[in-house]
């Protein structure tokens, strides 16, 4: 046969027929490579062990592990055996071995041995006759079984983790010869690495567990390595065109700065000190500007506008809905009363004339600022010469969606902004082209916000607390879950809610409905009518989540809070005490688990963005929220970004050297590295030529 390379198919394996490689295709494992990077997610030092106190009697087969803490041998008898009581924690067994003789240089007292076999009763005791065994550790450390630690393999349906293993078996002794080296012996050497065929090797086999664990450790370097260089590619590729430098002015910044009703905090001065220097370069800036709700990032966002728009300049301001989009054009018409500027909303909703006439004029230089929904790039809207882009609540997209954004034709300086506090391991990776900005303080004279949780029964007394606010002038949200989020069902629990409390605890007062099936003119008339006081309630499904602004708003109310995500009622509850009013956050949930109780508290505990986000991280794990996947990024199998997390910042300054040396990957000793990136990035990027 053949030797085996790298690519050969797994049915070419000896051994592996056409049956098992079908099997392993369901795992996605094809070749041989597919094979050995097929790595176990635990070992498992003793098999299964159970403990001795369990041991039900005679029956099915079990597996139990202790130390040896009495021997016995009868030699010369006419049945000769050999004999030991096994000890774990909760209690001893006897083990008896017929014609076991041999065994007395290998199982000495204090050695530790693992039994797998049916047990049987004696003189109504427990006991084992004649099973399998396996020594786990002996005092004098010769008699080790080398096959202590057995690998445990993610498996399938019709396969198990042994069948895997045994497969992996024969290809494993290959491991040296045919697993690529990514580096030289210096590179490894300072980093305090084993190279990565060893490392491969050892990640199915290792000597003990440290062993393992360096391996582990080469790999998921490996994996955060890979996945930075794509980002350090991207992010090189970004800066690679020119963008206008758009240089600051003493007379400038103050006629920016009178057009704001109060003084900026420390906090956006130095965000806005960040974005100057960024923007005054002819390199685009490509900024992430991130700030807990009412942080004040508009107003720096407006800021950098306005500074463009100073120097001849267009700049393009983004929102997610026409809601928030709608919201952030009448802010910053409030902000420009009385001036030059020339400012368009673009929406969906516009008439095509009305829509024409817009684009036009963003053609032709006759507007500064548009702003509008993310159609206003992806239509290939053209700007007479546009210089900076404002995205908001932008965390919905992925790294390479960012990059095909902005390959249209114009290298425009790039601002995101979000108030979903991004935990510093995903600031490295879904974010991780990006600098970072962070407003970490409020304007002065903001009310505090409590959080409550309560359970539903306590309705009554939630609803006296919000006639309370009413009666004294304040406004309220009702948030509810969507109950059945299918197009075709228009049910939502606010529709419910809303006829509920309209007929009965809130009968004398203005409420009004607002939920995601409503026309978006009905849905702005009613924000509207809220945002002038003329609704007292607003009751809502999760629409209002992102960027609403009512001041006079100080009574949340969240019912099933323990449905949403522990980031979604962050941004929520952020709804209210934007106002010099103290306001209230109720949680109206009853949570049935531990783990959906601990949720609801982190809430109650703190009003700190990031503690919450990176609890949400911790429990949910990245995956679910921010997995690397749906941002685009290729997928990490071993490595683990939050515990990973100093690892993945060795990797990515590593990346950034080697990118920053050699953009294009060229030179020779890359050229792995090279293979490797455009592997992992299959497709969802063109980051290098010929790729
Ligand atoms: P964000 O976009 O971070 O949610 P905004 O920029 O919309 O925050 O600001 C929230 C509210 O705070 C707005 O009403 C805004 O006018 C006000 N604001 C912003 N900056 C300041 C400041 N430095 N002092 C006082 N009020 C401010
Ligand atoms: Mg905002």
Redesign the pocket.
């Known amino acids: 046969m053949a030797q085996l390379e790298l690519g050969t198919e797994v049915c070419y394996v000896k051994g592996v027929g056409l049956a098992w490689a079908r099997k392993l295709a369901e795992l996605g494992i094809e070749t041989v490579e597919d094979l050995l990077l097929h790595f176990p997610f635990r070992f498992d030092l003793r098999r299964q062990a159970q403990p001795i106190a369990s041991l039900a009697g005679a029956g099915t087969s079990a597996t139990v592990a202790g130390e040896v803490t009495a021997l016995k041998e009868n030699r010369f008898g006419r049945k000769p055996f050999f004999q030991i009581e096994l000890e774990d924690e909760t209690g001893s067994v006897p083990v008896k071995w017929f014609g076991g003789g041999y065994l007395r240089d290998k199982i000495k007292m204090g050695t530790q041995l693992a039994i797998s076999g049916k047990p049987s009763v004696y003189r109504e005791q427990v006991q084992f006759v004649n099973p399998q065994f396996q020594i786990i550790y002996d005092p004098e450390g010769t008699n080790l079984d080398r096959d202590e630690l057995m690998p445990v393999y993610p498996a399938g349906k019709q396969l198990t983790s042994r069948m895997i293993s045994s497969v992996i078996k024969r290809v494993l002794g290959e491991a040296e010869r045919l697993i690529p080296r990514w580096f030289d012996a210096e590179y490894l050497e300072r980093r305090g690495m084993m190279s990565r065929p060893a490392a491969v090797a050892a990640m199915h086999k290792p000597e003990e567990k440290d062993h393992w664990a360096q391996a582990r450790r080469r790999i998921a370097y490996d994996e955060c390595l890979v996945m930075q260089l794509g980002i350090a590619l991207m992010r090189m590729r970004q800066i690679s065109r020119p963008a206008h430098a758009l240089a600051n002015s003493e007379l400038i910044d103050q006629r920016i700065r009178a057009r704001?009703?109060?003084?900026?905090?420390d906090a956006?001065d130095r965000a806005i000190a960040d974005i100057t220097a960024d923007i005054a370069r002819d390199r685009p800036m490509n900024r992430l500007l991130q700030?807990?709700?009412?942080?004040?990032?508009?107003?720096?966002?407006l800021y950098a506008a306005l500074l463009a728009i100073a120097r001849g300049k267009q700049a393009a301001i983004m929102a997610p809905t026409e809601i928030l989009a709608t919201q952030h054009y009448n802010?910053i018409r409030d902000y420009l009363a009385g001036s030059r500027v020339r400012i368009a909303l673009l929406v969906g909703r516009q008439k095509p004339a009305e829509r024409k006439e817009i684009l036009d004029s963003l053609a032709d230089g006759q507007i500064d600022i548009v702003v509008g929904t993310h159609a206003l790039i992806s239509e290939g809207v053209k700007f007479s010469d546009l210089a900076l882009v404002v995205v908001?609540e932008q965390h919905r997209f992925g790294v390479t969606q960012r990059t095909t954004i902005r390959g249209k034709g114009f290298a425009p300086h790039y601002l995101v902004?979000t108030?979903t506090p991004i935990p510093r391991t995903l600031a490295l990776t879904v974010f991780g082209d990006l600098d970072v900005s962070v407003?970490d303080a409020l304007?002065?004279?903001r009310g505090k916000t409590e959080t409550l949780c309560v359970p539903h029964k306590a309705m009554g007394d939630v609803l006296d607390r919000v006639r309370e606010e009413l009666d004294a002038g304040r406004q309220a949200y009702f948030i509810y879950p969507l109950v059945n989020p299918s197009p075709e069902l228009e049910l939502t629990a606010a529709e419910d809610a809303y006829h509920d409390l309209a007929d009965g605890p809130l009968k004398d007062y203005e409420i009004s409905l607002i939920h995601g099936q409503m026309k978006p003119a009905d849905k702005n008339s009613a924000m509207d009518r809220f945002r002038t006081g003329e609704v007292q309630a607003l009751i809502a499904s999760v629409v209002v989540e992102v960027?609403m602004?009512v001041?006079a708003a100080s009574v949340m109310v969240i019912t099933h809070a323990e449905r949403f995500g522990l980031a979604q009622l962050h941004q929520l509850r952020?709804r209210v005490g934007?106002g010099s009013d103290d306001a209230v956050c109720i949680l109206v949930a009853s949570p049935k688990t531990p783990e959906a109780k601990r949720r609801l508290k982190v809430l109650v505990d703190t009003n700190d963005g990031f503690k919450v986000a990176e609890e949400d991280l911790r429990i949910r794990g990245p995956g679910e929220i921010f997995g690397t996947r749906q941002h685009g990024l290729p997928e990490l199998k071993v490595a683990d970004l939050i515990e990973d997390f100093e690892l993945l910042r060795l990797a990515r300054r590593d990346a950034f050297a080697i990118v920053a040396d050699d953009p294009g990957l060229n030179a020779p000793h890359h050229q792995q590295l090279r293979r490797e990136v455009i592997k992992a990035y299959a497709g969802k990027l063109n980051l290098l030529a010929g790729a």
């Open positions: 704001f009703p109060f003084k900026l905090t956006q700030g807990d709700v009412g942080s004040g990032k508009t107003v720096v966002a802010k908001d902004m108030a407003i304007p002065p004279g960027g602004d001041p952020g934007r």
